[in-house]
Nanobody, 126 residues
Framework: VQLQASGGGLVQAGGSLRLSCAAS????????MGWFRQAPGKEREFVAA????????YYTDSVKGRFTISRDNAKNTVYLQMNSLKPEDTAVYYC????????????????????WGQGTLVTVSS
């Protein structure tokens, strides 16, 4: 499955953006999907994940209450709605799918994801 992230841009602190990640195959619906980000000079980190059927979500503490992950399996697309953005949210955002299909547990571990897209840059100005 190939993934294409989009929707990044420049926004002021307190603003909102919605990222999209489109998958190339219908098998997308079998996989958990995750959003990760990498700021300059830092390691890639987990942001949010959603189960293959959309029933389970998982967020890193720093984005809880501000970001919402969702998916539309009919459109082979996962979204990340980002509200109340902060300068520390500035990073390249990547989407990826789980290494296994129909997982029972949504995991935040980067090693449990693969098929990384090219990323989309989010810049939040203060």
């Amino acid at each position: 499955v190939q993934l294409q992230a989009s929707g990044g841009g420049l926004v002021q602190a307190g603003g909102s953006l919605r990222l999209s990640c489109a998958a190339s195959e219908r098998t997308f619906s079998r996989y958990d999907m995750g959003w990760f980000r990498q700021a300059p000079g830092k390691e890639r980190e987990f942001v949010a994940a959603i189960g293959w059927n959309g029933g389970r979500t998982y967020y890193t503490d720093s984005v809880k209450g501000r970001f919402t992950i969702s998916r539309d399996n009919a459109k082979n697309t996962v979204y990340l709605q980002m509200n109340s953005l902060k300068p520390e949210d500035t990073a390249v955002y990547y989407c990826a799918h789980s290494t296994g299909s129909y997982r029972v547990v949504v995991t935040p571990r980067i090693q449990d994801y693969e098929s990384w897209g090219q990323g989309t840059l989010v810049t939040v100005s203060s």
